[in-house]
């Protein structure tokens, strides 16, 4: 196996996979090592790979099916999952950050949840698990980042390149990301009801008058119930015939951002151009104390 490397594991599908690339993107670039990403846990999770719409560099980053750890780093790795039994969320940030340099012995980076300080890799290969969900892992490098993270809109329809033309035109366009589906009886992440987003609506109306909501679901016929009492002039419903890419293209196109808790939505209003968006976030991530730094500073966050 070549030496330097950073590989790492591509978790869940695209908002989960674009933090995991951006963290560990910029470890790799610290320590001056190559990164490979795998997806040997894509079944898992039923999803595929999902980046390839961005201009990655090729140079610097590969993709590989599975991952192939050397005999210490599995050793370490097996050291962690006796650890990790019967832990709870909480527990398992707390024994990463505390055994953080001991597992570092091992070629291991482990973060599941929450931000944990990285620390400078050294010479040899590594292998980093987890979901670093926070953007202070790569704040550093936002410039980067943001170019690294451009669409290749070549890949995408017709449609959607006019479309997102005119959202990025319209200053007064306004994602609306509203996730139903798995999250609905979900105890975790069942966070924003209806309330949150008809106060999270009222608030942007008075900041922007005008408003023209672009609403991004996975129930469309559902949410167009709940959002009746308002003008359908305002209301635009984005066809579900998008790729999961495409639409997060047309979210990042527009404007303002009204937010759900999911990364996909995070990465929405992250990808924008606009530097003046306004971001209405709820008050909280989860529904339990799990480990949480996902909140940027410009953010409005509305009570749910």
Known sequence: ????????????RLGNQLFIYAATRVMALESGKKL???CD?????????????FNIPQDQVSLVSDKHLSIKQKIGYFFYLLKCRHKTVVQIHELENKYQKFYHRFGLILNQEGYIKPLLLEGGNWYALGYFQSDKYFTKYEDLIRKELTFKTDMFCKDSKMLGSKLRANKNSVCLHI????????????????NYYNKAIDKLLELIPNA?????????????????????????YIDVKYTDQESLYLGSCCNNFIMTNSTFSWWMQ??????????????????????????QDNWMIIEV
């Open 212 to 236: 023209e909501f672009f609403v991004f679901s996975d129930s469309i016929d559902e949410v167009r119930e709940f959002l009746a009492k308002y003008c359908d002039n305002y209301f635009h």
């Open 1 to 12: 196996m070549e030496n330097n490397i950073l590989q790492t594991t591509l978790l869940g």
């Open 41 to 53: 846990a894509m079944e898992r999770f039923r999803a595929t790979y999902r980046l390839d719409c």
């Open 270 to 295: 992250y990808l924008s151009d606009n530097p003046n968006k306004i971001v209405l976030a709820p008050n909280r991530w989860y529904n339990t104390n799990n480990p949480c730094d996902i909140y």
């Open 179 to 194: 996730r139903r589906g798995d999250y609905l009886n979900d105890p975790v992440f069942a966070v924003c009801d209806i």
């Open 36 to 38: 490979k990403l795998t």
